[in-house]
């Protein structure tokens, strides 16, 4: 971890008033964990937008199992990039309706471009992927 550094940020009360609660809601003890936590979280999505180097991230997908085969589709698509799949979770929400989670790391590039093709799946009723960094290079 490099020299801590001190800056002053101007704020109009108007803005302030909502960060302090939210900071508040979060558990920050300060300001400057929150800020701290805005900005890694900026550089993380940054560095996911150039996809150059290796990420991580979770993939949310729901879905009905009975219809269309889909399972059957899904299990082949992650069976084709297995080597960037470090687990999945599987959930019944119901009789029809299955939540599933996979931790993904891998090549940004290559990470994405799964989320991509899992969530755009015919029968996938909802999607969400999130990014984060391995952490390697985040102070």
Known sequence: MGKLVRFGVSLD???LEPFDALCAR????NRSEAIRDLIR?????DDWRDAGGQGAGTLTLVYDHHKNDLARRLMKIQHDDHDIIVTTLHVHLDHYNCLEVLVLKGEAARVRALADRLISCRGVKHG????????????
């Open 41 to 45: 979280k900026a550089l993380v999505e």
């Open 13 to 15: 009360e108007d803005l």
């Open 128 to 139: 969400t992927f999130s990014v984060t960094t391995t952490g390697q290079d985040l102070a």
């Open 26 to 29: 979060k558990s920050y003890s």
